[in-house]
């Protein structure tokens, strides 16, 4: 059994390398092709270092581009690639170009597809992620949806063979990483930050890096009534600087502007935090594994399962909105304990070794394979 991974920026590479180990611990060794869609030593390679995926078969260089530039050249590079070495099944993970060119090139070599976080849905079609979302799950064999409710997504779009509720693999990462982050990361003392003392904040999505967004998330930062600190995605920096709002951030005395923080520094960053303001998906999720309160920059989630739970509420981009939940967990003890409370929706931190363990089987059994009657 031969499975490749395909993946390309740092969410990918830090939700996969659980399963990658799953398969290692199993004597198996996959190939590992790393788009490029992140390049930047702090988008990329720092997190092949920390979490040892050293191995990199193919590294593709396709970088940034446009929607349609970076999916299209991706998937010219992919398919070369698995053209030449025929593996058993490609890993995809999450949402990005990355994944809908994985999962476009290799169905269409008739190579199955794995998805792995399948069924996540903001049912906003604006958002690029939306689009690559639906069509990764409807290119795949084998789905791996990380809760209920996206296997419920999945079924409503007629998609029930092969689907696995595996929880997340974010689980897995944070068990895996975060004892290391408090021995090995010294960010809290570099950047002078106490316990529980500073609000952790990121954002990049491509919906809050337009002009109007960006002016409204910096009205948001100088307002913040607590210390911040923000590790910045070199999307959102650059477009600040585009719009002339570069000056203003630097000016807020509250907060600490930083590059992008490598997997350790992150976590420890995070599970320290007092709550977190965040647009990624990523740290939604994380902020509820470690019980931190989590305040979203966006009007509408595909993990309302951490809203429902109640570790998570969507501010959007309201300045009022957010300072007044920020306040609230600063004064009210007891809401502030509700939210860092609320429970994991996301499993036990096994997902990886669930995937590895079902792919093999379907290997064994012959069924790992692009059914040509799905929807027939
Ligand atoms: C992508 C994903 C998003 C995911 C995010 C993870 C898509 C459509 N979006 O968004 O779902 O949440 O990755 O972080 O796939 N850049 C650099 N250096 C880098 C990478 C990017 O400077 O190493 C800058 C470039 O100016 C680039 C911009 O960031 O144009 C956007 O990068 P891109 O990979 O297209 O999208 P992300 O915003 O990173
Ligand atoms: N992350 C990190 N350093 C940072 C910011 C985020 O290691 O400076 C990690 C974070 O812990 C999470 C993942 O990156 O696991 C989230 O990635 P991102 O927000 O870029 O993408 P999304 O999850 O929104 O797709």
Same mark, same amino acid.
């Given at each position: 059994m031969r499975p490749a991974f395909v993946f390309g920026t740092r969410p990918e590479i830090i939700k996969l390398a659980p399963v990658v180990r799953a398969f290692e611990e199993r004597g198996v060794e996959p190939l590992l092709i790393h788009t490029g869609q992140h390049y930047d030593y702090e988008m990329s390679r720092v997190f092949l270092e920390e979490l040892e !995926?050293?191995?990199?078969?193919?590294?593709?260089?396709?970088?940034?581009?446009t929607q349609a530039e970076q999916t299209g050249k991706a998937m010219v590079k992919i398919e070369r690639v698995l053209m030449d070495e025929r593996p058993d099944v490609v890993l995809v993970q999450g949402d990005t170009n990355t994944v809908l060119a994985g999962a476009l090139a290799s169905v269409k070599l008739r190579i199955p597809v794995a998805h792995v976080e399948?069924? !996540?849905?903001?049912?906003?079609?604006?958002?690029p992620e939306e689009i690559n979302r639906v069509l990764a799950d409807h290119a795949s064999e084998v789905l791996f949806p990380p809760t209920e409710d996206a296997r419920r997504n999945l079924e409503r779009e007629g998609i029930t063979e092969?689907?696995?509720?595996?929880?997340?693999?974010i689980v897995d990462a944070v068990l895996q990483n975060s004892e290391i982050a408090e021995r090995k990361s010294d960010v809290l003392e570099r950047f002078g930050l106490k316990p529980k003392g500073y609000v952790l904040i990121t954002a990049h999505r491509a919906e809050n890096t337009e002009r109007g967004s960006l002016e409204r998330l910096v009205r948001i930062l100088e307002d913040l009534p607590m210390k911040a600190i923000y590790p910045m995605h070199p999307r959102t920096r650059r477009r600040l600087e585009e719009f002339g709002l570069w000056g203003r951030v630097g000016s807020i005395e509250n907060l600490i502007v930083t590059k992008p923080l490598g997997y350790l520094d992150f976590l420890r960053l995070e599970r320290n935090a007092f709550a977190v303001m965040t647009d990624s998906g990523g740290v939604q999720e994380e902020s509820i594994i470690l019980n931190v309160p989590c305040l979203t !920059?966006?009007?509408?989630?595909?993990?309302p399962e951490t809203v429902k739970a109640g570790g998570?509420?969507?501010?959007? !981009?309201?300045r009022e909105r957010a300072v007044r939940y920020l306040r609230r967990l600063m004064e009210d003890g007891e809401f502030y304990r509700r939210m860092a409370e609320a429970p994991n929706?996301?499993?036990?931190?096994?997902a990886g070794e669930r995937i590895a363990e079902i792919l093999l089987r379907l290997h064994e059994r012959g069924e790992l394979r692009v059914k040509g009657s799905r929807f027939i």
């Open positions: !995926l050293d191995g990199i078969d193919y590294h593709l260089e396709v970088g940034s581009g399948a069924g !996540l849905r903001s049912f906003d079609r604006t958002m092969n689907v696995y509720v595996v929880g997340n693999t !920059l966006r009007y509408n989630t595909e993990r998570n509420v969507l501010v959007g !981009l309201e929706p996301f499993g036990d931190g096994k």
